[in-house]
């Protein structure tokens, strides 16, 4: 059993004017102007325990890591600049010193003041002692309703992992996804396509370009960008690997990690979770309603109202038929199903995986066995499949019937990875892995639940109010290292410190998973008369 000595020295206190990281208090020029950084810290953020006998000392170099913060990589979005693609930033004279995180980017009209429309702006961390050091490079694109400022986004900690890791912020809710026939009118007429409602892509896509040509003066190198997400970050992952060259060039990124994200096309959740998208004619009746909502006729009244002025209440952005990425066959050049049936744009390796706790699965559920036998009869009744789900799942019980139930939404969850990458490996070489997570942070009743691996994988426990363990802080260790190694490699056991790691091989034919979290190695995604079931349920299903 590990060591039960507490973790210590978590807090980070503000930045120092001591000892300075390689490249911080370094003017840099990038190609919009110079920027000057700071220490990413002042004093140990180190998680200190034992773990089977072993002591742990997390950024044992943290003293080597600089931090850029609110770097703008595009114009303001305000104004005139509302719903177009991302503006070209004017270049400054004066060294930007970049200290302070920047404005988040506005998910709702009239939110709080910490959000502004001139927020296309990226934060970076580095341990590079200088501009050649080209180390692999992380471009997080974070969940709905997060920015680059969020403490769970915390660099510092993957950056000690000898990675460049970048986040950034990009427009959401109805100023990142609203389309309307002026709006694709007026990209016609500037830009030479017919197509709206993907502002947000564009940032995305702005964002890295922009880290491409960049990245190398913070120590990075361009040509092994591994994008990474989870949630909407995971599709965004999926729009960047699948971006024609037009708007992401060939070579721009080397890798890419989908965390709770991409799935099966035929699994029905693949429509309303983080891959999802509007067809072009809803994405029109909401844009629609959101003109007369704000008693506007026109793009440019719109576009003269201010922000805490706009209203928005037909939908909630994110929800099931809400604001959100909008199928144009340009920046989504194709259908998901589609997609996946024909080589990516970018053949790059691809990690995905889910957590045990999300996408069905309810930790602590209460739920009896009358009501577990009704949701399976009504979710395989008409496809002639309950009587087998109740075999593949059997409960007598109500403590079985919780179990069962949620055991059938992993097993959904791990079936649904491995389908995509039976997928994904029709067309492409390039190697897919899979996991599948189910450790629980402490001091939290959700479980294993949806972004619970985020501090683990960026080995940031420093940036979370938990009561953490020795334990997470070895999980953290090797999280973190199998995330830099893929971002080093393109594979997760690749690197310096492989042979301290279980190895993680390619998803097969073989009908395995690769367990992280409460244990380490190929798992069975489930037996064979649950994958059936599973399968079987797919099938009849619409591909997405």
Same mark, same amino acid.
């Given at each position: 059993?590990?060591?039960?000595?507490?973790?210590?020295?978590?807090?980070?206190?503000?930045?120092?004017?001591?000892?300075?990281?390689?490249?911080?208090?370094?003017?840099?020029?990038?190609?919009?102007?110079?920027?000057?950084?700071?220490?990413?810290?002042?004093?140990?953020?180190?998680?200190?325990?034992?773990?089977?006998?072993?002591?742990?000392?997390?950024?044992?170099?943290?003293?080597?890591?600089?931090?850029?913060?609110?770097?703008?990589?595009?114009?303001?979005?305000?104004?005139?600049?509302?719903?177009?693609?991302?503006?070209?930033?004017?270049?400054?004279?004066?060294?930007?010193?970049?200290?302070?995180?920047?404005?988040?980017?506005?998910?709702?009209?009239?939110?709080?003041?910490?959000?502004?429309?001139?927020?296309?702006?990226?934060?970076?961390?580095?341990?590079?002692?200088?501009?050649?050091?080209?180390?692999?490079?992380?471009?997080?694109?974070?969940?709905?309703?997060?920015?680059?400022?969020?403490?769970?986004?915390?660099?510092?900690?993957?950056?000690?992992?000898?990675?460049?890791?970048?986040?950034?912020?990009?427009?959401?809710?109805?100023?990142?996804?609203?389309?309307?026939?002026?709006?694709?009118?007026?990209?016609?007429?500037?830009?030479?396509?017919?197509?709206?409602?993907?502002?947000?892509?564009?940032?995305? +896509?702005?964002?890295?370009?922009?880290?491409?040509?960049?990245?190398?003066?913070?120590?990075?190198?361009?040509?092994?960008?591994?994008?990474?997400?989870?949630?909407?970050?995971?599709?965004?992952?999926?729009?960047?690997?699948?971006?024609?060259?037009?708007?992401?060039?060939?070579?721009?990124?080397? $890798?890419?990690?989908?965390?709770? !994200?991409?799935?099966?096309?035929?699994?029905?959740?693949?429509?309303?979770?983080?891959?999802?998208?509007?067809?072009?004619?809803?994405?029109?009746?909401?844009?629609?309603?959101?003109?007369?909502?704000?008693?506007?006729?026109?793009?440019?009244?719109?576009?003269?109202?201010?922000?805490?002025?706009?209203?928005?209440?037909?939908?909630?952005?994110?929800?099931? !038929?809400?604001?959100?990425?909008?199928?144009?066959?340009?920046?989504?050049?194709?259908?998901?199903?589609?997609?996946?049936?024909?080589?990516?744009?970018?053949?790059?390796?691809?990690?995905?995986?889910?957590?045990?706790?999300?996408?069905?699965?309810?930790?602590?559920?209460?739920?009896?066995?009358?009501?577990?036998?009704?949701?399976?009869?009504?979710? +395989?009744?008409?496809?002639?499949?309950?009587?087998?789900?109740?075999?593949?799942?059997?409960?007598?019980?109500?403590?079985?019937?919780?179990?069962?139930?949620?055991?059938?939404?992993?097993?959904?969850?791990?079936?649904?990875?491995?389908?995509?990458?039976?997928?994904?490996?029709?067309?492409?070489?390039?190697?897919? /892995?899979?996991?599948?997570?189910?450790?629980?942070?402490? $001091?939290?009743?959700?479980?294993?639940?949806?972004?619970?691996?985020?501090? /683990?994988?960026?080995?940031?426990?420093?940036?979370?109010?938990?009561?953490?363990?020795?334990?997470?802080?070895?999980?953290?260790?090797?999280?973190?290292?199998?995330?830099?190694?893929?971002?080093?490699?393109?594979?997760?056991?690749?690197?310096?410190?492989?042979?301290?790691?279980?190895?993680?091989?390619?998803?097969?034919?073989?009908?395995?998973?690769?367990?992280? !979290?409460?244990?380490?190695?190929?798992?069975?995604?489930?037996?064979?008369?649950?994958?059936?079931?599973?399968?079987?349920?797919?099938?009849?299903?619409?591909?997405?």
């Amino acid at each position: 059993m590990p060591s039960t000595t507490l973790l210590t020295g978590l807090c980070i206190g503000q930045l120092a004017t001591g000892a300075l990281a390689s490249l911080a208090g370094q003017v840099l020029l990038t190609a919009n102007g110079p920027v000057q950084g700071v220490p990413a810290f002042n004093s140990s953020p180190q998680a200190v325990g034992t773990y089977n006998n072993v002591t742990l000392a997390n950024l044992a170099n943290w003293q080597d890591v600089a931090v850029w913060k609110g770097i703008p990589y595009a114009a303001s979005t305000a104004g005139n600049n509302r719903w177009r693609p991302p503006q070209n930033r004017t270049s400054w004279n004066t060294t930007l010193k970049a200290s302070s995180f920047g404005a988040g980017c506005p998910t709702s009209p009239g939110e709080s003041a910490t959000t502004s429309e001139d927020c296309l702006n990226l934060n970076i961390w580095s341990v590079a002692n200088s501009s050649s050091d080209k180390l692999p490079v992380i471009f997080w694109t974070h969940p709905a309703g997060g920015s680059g400022a969020d403490a769970l986004f915390d660099g510092g900690g993957m950056a000690a992992q000898g990675v460049v890791f970048v986040n950034y912020n990009h427009r959401d809710g109805a100023f990142g996804w609203l389309a309307l026939p002026e709006l694709a009118e007026e990209m016609l007429a500037e830009n030479g396509v017919n197509s709206s409602g993907n502002w947000g892509m564009l940032d995305q +896509y702005a964002a890295l370009r922009w880290v491409h040509a960049n990245i190398a003066i913070f120590g990075g190198d361009p040509d092994r960008i591994t994008v990474v997400g989870q949630s909407a970050g995971s599709a965004a992952v999926y729009h960047a690997v699948n971006a024609p060259h037009s708007l992401v060039p060939e070579g721009t990124i080397a $890798g890419a990690i989908a965390e709770s !994200g991409i799935r099966d096309p035929r699994d029905p959740l693949a429509a309303s979770l983080a891959e999802s998208y509007n067809n072009m004619t809803y994405s029109l009746q909401l844009g629609q309603s959101f003109l007369q909502q704000n008693n506007a006729t026109t793009v440019a009244e719109l576009r003269k109202i201010p922000l805490a002025s706009l209203t928005d209440t037909s939908s909630s952005p994110g929800s099931g !038929g809400g604001f959100r990425p909008t199928l144009d066959y340009y920046a989504m050049p194709d259908t998901y199903a589609n997609l996946l049936a024909k080589a990516p744009s970018h053949a790059v390796p691809l990690m995905t995986g889910n957590t045990r706790d999300e996408s069905g699965a309810v930790f602590g559920l209460n739920l009896t066995l009358s009501e577990y036998e009704a949701d399976m009869l009504a979710q +395989y009744g008409s496809y002639n499949l309950s009587t087998k789900a109740l075999a593949a799942y059997p409960a007598s019980n109500d403590t079985q019937a919780a179990a069962a139930y949620n055991a059938h939404w992993s097993d959904t969850s791990k079936v649904s990875s491995w389908g995509f990458a039976a997928g994904w490996r029709k067309t492409t070489a390039a190697p897919i /892995y899979t996991y599948f997570w189910d450790h629980a942070p402490p $001091g939290q009743d959700q479980g294993a639940h949806h972004m619970s691996e985020i501090n /683990y994988v960026f080995n940031n426990l420093y940036k979370t109010d938990l009561p953490w363990q020795p334990t997470d802080a070895f999980i953290a260790q090797r999280m973190s290292a199998y995330w830099a190694n893929f971002a080093r490699t393109g594979d997760p056991s690749g690197g310096a410190n492989s042979s301290t790691l279980p190895t993680w091989v390619p998803t097969t034919n073989a009908t395995v998973v690769m367990h992280v !979290g409460d244990g380490w190695g190929n798992i069975p995604i489930a037996d064979q008369a649950q994958i059936q079931l599973i399968t079987d349920y797919f099938e009849q299903q619409t591909p997405f």
